[in-house]
């Protein structure tokens, strides 16, 4: 596998999100086509004009996919995600089912989840 790609309105400003959420190096910018790589893989974002956020966990835009992320400390990290931009999604299914992990969406609307042991 070469990239998990996001689409987006703005790539440089969702792979500076990405970028402080996960680390890693921003290692190839143009103005439609971003790409971060973590430990070897990468993170790709492409700009899309007409782009519609998800509509999870109802409507007509499923999520199609997610990121879960496992962090050590999911109160601070979840400050951090807030503070970069993130929203925390009212719809927190783990949080019912007493799982580990809570969702959150990215300044471009995708979900992702901060998961922990």
Not at 20 to 25: I, N, Y
Not at 67 to 76: E, P
Request: aromatic share 10%.
């Amino acid at each position: 596998m070469r990239s998990v790609v996001l689409d987006c309105p703005a790539p440089k400003a969702l792979a500076e999100f990405y970028h402080a959420v996960l680390g890693g190096e921003v290692t190839f910018v143009e103005d439609e086509w971003v790409v971060l790589t973590v430990d070897g893989l990468r993170l790709a974002f492409q700009q899309v004009e007409e782009f519609a956020a998800p509509t999870w966990p109802d409507g007509e835009r499923p999520q199609q996919f997610h990121l879960d992320l496992t962090v050590d400390d999911v109160d601070a990290v979840e400050a951090r995600v807030l503070e970069l931009g993130a929203s925390k999604h009212d719809v927190q299914p783990g949080q019912a089912a007493g799982d580990s992990f809570r969702v959150y969406l990215d300044p471009a609307g995708h979900p992702f989840c901060l998961c922990w042991d």
